[in-house]
């Protein structure tokens, strides 16, 4: 019997294409296998049925994966007009068929219709939990469970494509943001009914889908080349504020303490050390005082800068 490779501690966000049919776990731990990692998540659960665009986090990285949690979504569907099924994506039976709209401008209405704040109401075929289950096991035994209307906001919604009877849109969205129900809300809009036919991830705050890799080439590359591909942890946070620190006072932040700025109050700030520059963690300004929120530990700082 072949011994297993020793995991050993990492520090960095990989950007993964999850391929169609893993779930999200499924892909975190073929990565984290294969980069021999100790600890590792991912930040937000993609559907087997969607690929695209998986941060996963490994080491002091997952201190951060809120901001990618919460982080604006962005995503390229396919929708199946004229078509309603029982689980509303192309796995399900269909139970309903109608003709297509032909008219691109009433398309172009009804997908309009659906900007701003909307109230969605997650789908049964979900990962919300339920009374500690998710709601796709209630679904598989036939159980529908109320489901209270969640508000979330749609940004931005551009056709790319349109071939009777498949739309294809891209989608830019708060999270939260089921894109299977907005698939179908739009078909009931139409008046045929819809189903999501395929979803890829395009983006996740300022992360985007170019620069992801597939497991199977990260199959493919030497261990060296594997962890070239993790990026710092700090990536999670650049669409932040950056504040940065004197030398002195970075092992005091380090710490715990508050320190006085002359800063904006800001809800969230990255913090970095000065000389040399080295990403200590997150905070808040409050009332002209920098208060920390997440942190690495000295050793973690030294690591990033390795």
């Not at 892909?27 to 695209?52: F, M, N, S």
């Not at 969605?120 to 489901?147: C, F, N, T």
């Amino acid at each position: 019997m072949v011994p297993r490779s020793p995991r050993r501690p990492l520090h960095g966000v990989l950007l993964l294409d999850k391929p169609l049919g893993f779930t999200s776990n499924d892909a975190l731990q073929k990565a984290k296998g294969l980069l021999r990692a100790e600890k590792g998540g991912h930040t937000g659960t993609l559907d087997p049925l969607a690929t695209g665009l998986l941060p996963l986090c490994f080491g002091a990285a997952t201190k951060f994966s809120q901001a990618s949690l919460d982080a604006d979504k962005r995503y390229r569907a396919t929708l199946r007009l004229g078509q309603r099924t029982s689980t509303g994506d192309g796995e399900g039976e269909v139970t309903e068929e109608r003709n297509a709209p032909t008219d691109r401008a009433v398309i172009e209405a009804a997908v309009a219709r659906f900007l701003g704040v909307i109230d969605q109401v997650p789908p049964m075929h979900s990962a919300l939990k339920h009374q500690g289950r998710a709601l796709y096991d209630y679904a598989r035994q036939g159980i529908e469970v109320e489901r209270a209307a969640r508000r979330v906001q749609i940004h931005s919604i551009d056709i790319i494509e349109w071939q009777s009877p498949l739309l294809v849109i891209d989608v830019c969205c708060s999270k939260g943001t089921y894109i299977r129900t907005l698939a179908e809300d739009i078909g009931l809009a139409l008046g045929c009914g819809a189903h999501l036919a395929a979803l890829r991830r395009t983006g996740s705050g300022p992360l985007d889908l170019q620069d992801a890799v597939t497991l199977d080439a990260l199959a493919e590359m030497s261990d060296g080349e594997r962890q070239q591909r993790l990026l710092p942890a700090d990536v999670l946070l650049s669409a932040w504020p950056e504040v940065r620190l004197p030398d002195d006072e970075a092992g005091r932040f380090l710490t715990g303490l508050r320190r006085r700025v002359s800063l904006a109050d800001a809800p969230a700030v990255r913090v970095y050390a000065t000389q040399p520059r080295a990403f200590l963690g997150s905070a808040h300004i409050t009332g002209g005082e920098l208060i920390a929120d997440r942190l690495l530990s000295p050793l973690e700082v030294q690591a990033q800068a390795a």
